[in-house]
């Protein structure tokens, strides 16, 4: 069962970035940039948030940084995670054992946030739908949505 959900998932992350940059020629892609800037900056101030910001406009805090592995971008890896918007409404939540997925088959924002961390880390990323799934709705996920997960880097296997 384990390995399904883990396979579902992945699949899940894989194809929404797969079919996001397909349909771009059809439909221009919104620019929510300045918008979820304005949205992750309220949602640090409003929660007394101390966060770091990367060159891409991914927010992220590091509760704790591991002592184990660090992964690169390719790296296959275990992670526990909630995932919700600013509202604080919970879109998707892993098992406390975590899901095993590859981060270059990922939205941007993991592909990036979760190699900050190494085995044993734990944190949040923020990411801006840029990041995340872009412009387009996916599944329960509105378009532009700024992406709030709490992760927990078990393992890079």
């Not at 995340?132 to 709490?150: A, E, H, K, M, W």
Request: with cysteine; glycine share 10%.
């Amino acid at each position: 069962m384990k390995k399904l959900l883990a396979a579902l998932f992945s699949l899940t992350l894989f194809v929404s970035c797969v079919s996001s940059e397909k349909d771009t020629a059809s439909e221009p892609e919104k620019d929510y940039r300045e918008q979820n800037e304005q949205e992750i900056r309220d949602y640090i101030a409003k929660n007394n948030l101390t966060a770091q910001r990367t060159e891409s406009g991914l927010y992220y805090i590091i509760n704790e940084a591991g002592t184990g592995k660090q992964p690169t971008a390719s790296s296959n890896v275990t992670v526990a995670y909630t995932g919700s918007f600013t509202s604080g409404k919970t879109f998707d939540q892993s098992s406390s054992a975590g899901i095993s997925f590859p981060l270059n088959q990922v939205i941007k924002g993991w592909t990036e946030g979760i190699p900050l961390f190494k085995e044993g880390g734990s944190g949040t990323l923020l990411i801006p739908s840029h990041l995340g799934y872009g412009s387009r709705s996916n599944s329960s996920i509105p378009g532009g949505s700024v992406l709030i997960f709490d992760v927990k880097l078990i393992k890079v296997n």
